[in-house]
């Protein structure tokens, strides 16, 4: 087991930036992959960036070019540096650690809300 906790949300204009942490118990290492997700209100949680260990990253492409995922195996946390944020970007965000095992994304954070407004 490992427990997550995001942190790092909060209300930013548009056009601002955020970075989200992801602070992992145990080593990620152990883990197949690292990713955040959204949920907004009134939809379906959605996949915003994932990234191996050897650094290939996937992207949505409503983020690309604005959202970077990162992480520091030494602290074991994973970040979500965001920029040139736009409403439609709020939403609670949610890390998350896919299982070598079953490659399911199986661990999961309790959220940071983000809202976007002016």
């Known amino acids: 087991q490992v427990q997550l906790v995001e942190s790092g949300g909060g209300l930013v204009q548009p056009g601002g930036s955020l970075r989200l942490s992801c602070a992992a118990s145990?080593?990620?290492?152990?883990?197949?992959?690292m990713g955040w997700f959204r949920q907004a209100p009134g939809k379906q949680r959605e996949q915003v960036a994932t990234?191996?260990?050897?650094?290939?990253?996937n992207y949505a492409d409503s983020v690309k070019g604005r959202f970077t995922i990162s992480f520091d195996s030494a602290k074991n946390i994973v970040y979500l540096q965001m920029v040139s944020l736009k409403p439609e970007d709020t939403a609670v965000y949610y890390c998350s650690l896919r299982s070598e095992i079953s490659y399911l994304w199986e661990y999961w954070g309790q959220g940071t809300r983000v809202t976007v407004s002016s």
């Open positions: 990234s191996s260990y050897s650094g290939h990253t």
């Open positions: 145990r080593s990620i290492f152990s883990f197949d992959a």
